[in-house]
């Protein structure tokens, strides 16, 4: 049996790790795009590295588009094999990949426009919305903590791993010329506390892990800290500047859980007298698939709901779908607090948003989550005094703030915490994925610190015998 990493090897988007089996079946963990790389992107989308329709499996971790993205492509090329994953991530995908599809035809469509007056032929997106719809059909959904026999010699096994609804560790049991395989893929970890979700839970013990580490050279501040902090940063902007309070969000998760910390404060009656609007068409369909899934949610919301039956939604707060009702944020003169994707400030309507407000030194943008080093998200909260925005430049006037505590990844000592429900003498080898260099090696420190051997780092492309 052989493991090929194909993405997310010493960076954190791209995720794809291909198994074979003596047999010749072939088991894809997650089909992630890679993100933030500009032009070096599509080529590296486009080239997965194996053909789509050898692929018999691809069982994925969760919805995050860097997990999840390029299953449409596969679907394009020919792969028609099931796709694997929890009721929860199959419902986030069902929206995710569609809008995804959507955002490539209006990129390249732009794109074009530049190619074809420079006298270049025009270029088909890597896959379109149509596309990516009809690749729902190859989805099953699973419930966590149930065996599923996707055939005679497969397994595999959802444990909830705490990061967005749905998200899960997978526990495959191979069974190979006699012999059982056991491989645990964790996926992204969340934190042992969130705000909304369920706390990630232990998982089977497994012969070879793929872990996570993202986050594997920065602690966390505590939770309850985040949410003073952002009641801070909402007074500082709108009271006593009278600002415009931005916040990148990713749709999926992280919206949900800065709504709910502002519900949490109207209710209280600690939140200014503003307006709240979530700028976002995918998180207003995300948010009605949190209320779908309330078993997925943990023990504090459920309680919340026994009095406030919608925790994503209070009297100043209005969802925007519709374009037009978009724009007309930006004649807002006001004080408000406008949410909207994407996280880490590279596509989407954020982008708009940063245009018209960064300049301005009343305003506020508030980074709530992981940037990716090379993205727009990491240029502004690095310091960068100019930036580019759809090809023009703008001053940053505005305060650039960020709250570490509302990422949905766990730190160094949070995972190495979660892992160690393994029993580290059964673990044959540990390979460390989705993180950049320092983070790789500083996490296999620290791992090997609390008495894990045998860790790999691999290389793009790289392949291993499992023995």
Not at 186 to 198: A, E, V
Request: charged residues 25%; hydrophobic residues 35%.
């Amino acid at each position: 049996m052989k493991i090929k990493f194909l993405g997310a090897a010493r960076e954190v988007t791209g995720s794809k790790h291909l198994i074979t089996i003596e047999n010749g079946k072939k088991i894809l963990l997650d089909c992630g795009m890679f993100q933030g790389k500009g032009l070096e992107t599509e080529g590296m989308n486009r080239n997965l590295g194996f053909e789509p329709a050898e692929i018999d499996h691809i069982i994925l971790s969760h919805a995050h588009i860097d997990h999840s993205g390029l299953i449409p492509y596969l679907y394009k090329l020919g792969f028609r094999g099931s796709v694997v994953c929890t009721n929860a991530t199959r419902d986030l995908c069902s929206i995710m990949l569609a809008d995804s599809g959507h955002i490539h035809e209006s990129d390249m469509k732009i794109f074009n426009k530049r190619r074809v007056a420079r006298g270049e032929p025009p270029l088909d997106p890597i896959y379109t919305e149509k596309e990516a719809r009809a690749s729902m059909e190859l989805f099953i959904g699973v419930a966590y903590n149930r065996k599923f026999n996707i055939d005679n010699n497969i397994r595999v096994k959802f444990t909830n791993s705490g990061h967005m609804l749905g998200s899960s560790v997978v526990s495959l049991e191979i069974n190979e010329n006699g012999r059982q395989y056991k491989i645990g893929f964790t996926g992204d970890i969340g934190r042992p506390s969130n705000r909304i979700l369920k706390s990630p839970e232990p998982f089977q013990q497994c012969d070879y892990l793929i872990a996570e580490s993202t986050y594997g050279n920065r602690l966390h501040p505590q939770m309850q800290e985040a949410e003073g902090e952002l009641l801070k940063v909402v007074k500082w902007t709108c009271v006593e500047k009278q600002g415009k309070l931005i916040i990148p969000s990713f749709a999926i998760g992280r919206t949900q859980e800065v709504v709910y910390s502002l519900n949490k404060f109207f209710n209280s009656g600690e939140l200014p007298k503003v307006s709240v609007f979530v700028d976002s068409p995918l998180a207003v369909n995300a948010t009605e698939i949190f209320r779908m899934h309330t078993d997925n949610l943990n023990g504090d919301v459920q309680r919340v709901m026994e009095y406030d039956p919608d925790p994503f939604g209070f009297k100043s707060l209005k969802y925007i779908t519709k374009v037009q009702d978009s724009k007309k944020l930006n004649k807002i003169k006001k004080p408000c607090i406008i949410i909207s994707a994407s996280g880490m400030m590279e596509a989407g309507r954020i982008k708009h948003h940063l245009a018209n407000n960064i300049s301005d030194p009343r305003n506020t943008v508030l980074a709530v989550g992981y940037c990716s080093p090379i993205t727009l998200g990491a240029r502004i909260l690095r310091g960068d005094r100019v930036v580019s925005i759809f090809g023009e430049q703008h001053e940053v006037n505005a305060d650039v703030e960020r709250i570490e505590a509302f990422s949905g990844h766990g730190d160094f000592n949070e995972m190495i915490d979660y892992i160690s429900c393994q029993d580290k003498n059964r673990l044959k080898k540990i390979f460390l994925v989705h993180g950049d260099g320092e983070a790789l090696e500083f996490y296999k420190g620290k791992l090997e610190e609390a008495g894990f051997v045998n860790i790999e780092i691999p290389e793009q492309g790289e392949e291993f015998v499992l023995n």
